[in-house]
């Protein structure tokens, strides 16, 4: 099976930490994406990439960056976490073929709370 | 710009009976459009897809969706509910129609099914 991993399923962090979520896919994908998940809200589009050292940013960027240093892991920085991202973030990816566009693989997810 | 709408953040129905998720679609380009599903503390799996193809898409556990170009809407269906359905699902349209695209997802819509 397709797996999309994130490293930690819970994390408690204060305000002002630097936060690291970790995101692993072990299906050759091209393209991954961070989301958020805040109810009411939907998923809202963080960051995504196309390719190795590639980033464009979704529709809501602003206090976050990302790293992706090898294929397969594409990390979402919280350079200094605020309250206001505490969140559910999910990591996706998909393939860059055309057939399947659109196609994301999820990971469960990574819900931060930050005090 | 693209975008998604869905009608209802919760939608309830009794086992056996009709499921109905209405989701309207804005697109300066022929979309291509997506149903999700989450279950409790799970990621995003995939349910179905449009892809400008036949416009009635069946997907994975007894959902369709047709796509109506005249009524820019793209609604979910199920002739009978299950009590495994209960769960949150996103209607979802590509930002730019090519491989790889991120996703702009609705705010998603609740079902619950009671016996």
């Known amino acids: 099976d397709v797996k999309v991993t994130q490293s930690s399923r819970y994390l408690v962090k204060r305000t002002g930490e630097k936060v690291f979520l970790e995101c692993v896919q072990d299906?050759?994908?091209?393209?991954m994406f961070w989301y958020r998940q805040d109810p009411g809200l939907g998923l809202r589009l963080i960051y995504f990439?196309?390719?190795?050292?590639?980033?464009e940013k979704g529709d809501i960027p602003e206090g976050y960056s990302v790293s992706r240093e090898k294929k397969e892991r594409f990390s979402l920085i919280l350079e200094s976490a605020s309250t206001n991202q505490t969140s559910m973030y999910l990591c996706?990816?998909?393939?860059?073929?055309?057939?399947?566009?659109?196609?994301?693989?999820f990971g469960e997810g990574s819900r931060l709370t930050v005090l | 710009a693209q975008s998604v709408t869905q009608l209802g953040s919760h939608v309830s129905v009794s086992e056996g009976a009709l499921v109905l998720l209405r989701c309207n679609y804005s697109?300066?380009?022929?979309?291509?459009l997506f149903w999700y599903v989450q279950y409790p503390n799970q990621g995003l799996q995939l349910l179905l897809k449009?892809?400008?193809?036949?416009?009635l898409v069946k997907g994975i556990n007894g959902f369709e969706a047709e796509f109506k170009k005249s009524e820019t809407s793209f609604h979910l269906t199920k002739p009978s509910a299950h009590m495994s359905d209960a769960a949150e699902y996103f209607c979802?349209?590509?930002?730019?129609?090519?491989?790889?695209?991120?996703?702009?997802f609705g705010k998603g819509t609740t079902l619950s099914v009671s016996s």
């Open positions: 996706a990816g998909t393939s860059g073929r055309s057939e399947v566009a659109g196609e994301l693989f």
């Open positions: 299906m050759d994908h091209e393209n």
């Open positions: 990439s196309y390719d190795v050292k590639m980033k």
């Open positions: 697109s300066s380009v022929p979309p291509y």
């Open positions: 449009y892809t400008s193809a036949a416009t």
């Open positions: 979802a349209v590509t930002k730019r129609p090519q491989a790889g695209t991120a996703l702009i």
